[in-house]
């Protein structure tokens, strides 16, 4: 696996893989949902690549920026075992050089949730994806449906911008007992882990409502907020998972989505209704 530090050596590989190129960019801190993006794009491409990039413009101010895990030899280690043919980890001055000032500011879907609690973060998102994509130049890249908000900016962003990279969505990975894998768990003692476990089930109890029948948006997010009573939710969401618009009726297709602060952690999760990650493009 090669482990490519510059931007030029970044380009010397994209030249050197004949075939389709596979895309995941990461923070690091690797876990089984990465690595889920990792091996489906080392099954359908003919290589794959990964970037580790702790991208400071994605962060706010008090954010988790410097207590972001860092863990780069043991990522690579589980890169090279899932068979990636490259890594991309470049420092902060060779994504942002002397003098950087272009942000790539996505649309309205970024108003909402995400981008209103916090704000700048998309447009960081949007910015270093738009750069890792300059540089990297991938046929696909695959992201997670944990980061609902995220997958919709960037398929908006490359589908807008003409980038000619496919946006592919990849289902959320969990623990056994339900709790969506994140880098940001290392922040929860046993008994938060164990309060955490309240969103997983406030989306499966209000999924399964709509399941059997329950449109009224107010009622499932009701029924996410009464699991979660204990937990200090910032905001809980039924929408058009295409524009992220807030629904009045969930009558077809909706992305529920939370996000809460255990403990130090802030953690985000998310159902979809009536379809699956795969159909968004
Ligand atoms: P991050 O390192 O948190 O920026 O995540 C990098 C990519 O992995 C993003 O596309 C995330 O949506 C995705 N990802 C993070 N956690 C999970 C998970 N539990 N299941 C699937 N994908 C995930």
Redesign the pocket.
Known sequence: MDVLRRVADARAFRASVPGSLGF???????????G??VERAVRERAAAIASLFVNPTQFGPGEDLAAYPRREAEDLAFLERLGCSAVFVPSVEEMYPPGDDTRVQPGAIAARLEGAARPGHLTGVATVVTKLFAVVRPDVA??????FQ??RVVQALAGDLRLGVRVVG?????DEDGL?????NAYLSADERRAALALPRGLFAARADWERGERDPKRLADRVRQHAAALALEYVSVADPLTLAELTRAAERAVISLAARVGRARLIDNVLLGMDVSELV
């Open positions: 995941v960019p990461t923070l690091g801190a690797l876990h089984a949902g990465h889920s993006l695959y992201f997670g449906q944990k980061d995220q997958l990849c289902p959320t990975v969990r969506a894998l994140s880098s940001r």
